[in-house]
């Protein structure tokens, strides 16, 4: 029997990023008539999911309420209400929470308020609570880790992003691995490709140059300021090197100043957030990406889409020795798995394969294989029906 399931996600079009893309792709393949989404309210007023008769919003108010820049765990009733009553009108049989905090914290009130069963989706980062040394992550206050063990506690089921997210809630939150899903990210391989015959980079600065590109949110755990420094230390060996930053985020000053500080500016682009297309274009035209991940504090990468949409477009990529990143690729075959703690390792990877453009080829063809086979969405969520297909627990 197919429940009728909320999926309950702030990350959600028009909003950019990989939880965003993976839950998008979860509703648009369930079966027809079986899911609604709640996400958060937005100002794009033309978002094409706006007239989507499956995508409601919460209200401006109750979304600014529960999920502002630091979210309240009480009151949130606003945005409670809105939920009661949106699993009231249509009649929901279980809720899928988007990850543990405030999706979770929300599903959870309604299943002790209303009896409805949710699942939990789990990204790595925001369950992770063994750390560095330093003082950052969301599970560095102990307030929300006793709220993330009551969600862990009260959910059915709990979808991981990757082995490395199943491990963390085995040896981290002894949650018995009979329910544990497993579902990894995945990719439109049909939405990103090689480049065409013809086809011109996104930029003009580009021609010419040996371009190294990374892409996300700009977050300390990315490592973007030890790619910075890998880049000024290589630029003697490869001059015509250029570094293409493609997001934005809380870090984008901090990484300005610093290629100031190293006076690469001739070798560093900014590019600022940019469109799916654009960021394809950016993919088709890079020699080399690079997402090079490492832990700050409790905070580390849980896994890392942009590694599967580089590798369909038909590039190597490089990926720091941390989180579930490794998983996205085959290490030597399809790109390398890098120390990304400090720059020597990653300038030396780069300059290796800058400097090989045959082996560069041969990873990049490789590497959309891996994708056509591995990780294209079809696939993905064709081993995935349990999402949909398991009937919902009695109510209480």
């Keep these: 029997m197919t429940a009728r399931i909320l999926l309950l996600a702030e990350n959600f079009p028009p909003i950019n990023g990989g939880a965003s893309r993976l839950f998008w792709e979860v509703s648009r393949r369930c079966p027809p008539g079986s899911m609604t989404v709640l996400t958060s309210w937005t100002v794009k007023e033309r978002d094409s999911t706006s007239c989507d008769p ?35 009108l249509h009649r929901i049989d279980r809720i899928l929470a988007g990850r543990t905090l405030l999706e979770g914290w929300l599903a959870l009130a309604v299943r002790v308020l209303d009896g409805i069963p949710y699942d939990c989706f789990t990204h790595g980062e925001e369950i992770n609570t063994i750390s560095n040394g330093e003082s ?53 391989s049909r939405f990103f490709t090689p480049a065409p015959a013809g086809d011109s980079p996104p930029f003009p600065q580009w021609r010419g140059r040996h371009v190294v590109l990374t892409a996300g949110r700009l977050q300390a755990r990315k490592g973007y300021d030890v790619l910075i420094r890998a880049i000024a230390s290589l630029r003697g060996a490869v001059p015509d090197v250029l570094l293409a930053i493609a997001g934005a985020g809380e870090e984008e000053q901090r990484l ?32 080399v990406f690079v997402l090079a991940n490492r832990q700050i504090g409790c905070d580390v990468e849980g896994f890392g889409m942009v590694l599967l949409e580089a590798q369909a477009c038909g590039v190597p990529v490089i990926a720091g020795r941390s989180g579930g990143s490794p998983e996205t690729l085959i290490d030597g075959v399809t790109g390398l798995v890098v120390d990304c703690t400090a720059p020597e390792g990653l300038a030396a990877a780069l300059t290796s394969l800058l400097g090989d453009p045959a082996r560069r080829l041969a990873m990049g063809e490789a590497a959309r294989r891996l994708v056509e086979e591995r990780f294209d969405w079809e696939s993905v969520m064709a081993g995935a029906g349990w999402l949909f297909d398991e009937a919902a627990a009695a109510r209480r």
């Design 54 to 88: 499956h995508v409601l919003r919460w209200s401006r108010s109750a979304t600014e309420g529960a999920f502002g820049s630091t979210f309240h765990t009480w009151p949130f009733g606003q945005a409670l209400r809105e939920l009661r009553e949106i699993a009231r």
């Design 256 to 287: 300005r100043a610093l290629v100031r500080e190293l006076d690469i500016a001739a070798h560093v682009s900014f590019a600022g957030a940019v469109s799916e297309e654009v960021l394809r274009a950016c993919y088709r035209h890079c020699d």
């Design 136 to 188: 950052a992550g969301l599970l560095t206050s102990r307030r929300y880790r006793y709220m993330t063990r009551l969600v862990l506690r009260g959910a059915e089921r709990i979808v991981a992003n990757s082995d490395f997210t199943a491990t963390v809630l085995r040896e981290q939150w002894s949650i018995d691995a009979r329910r544990i899903r497993l579902l990894r990210p995945g990719v439109d």
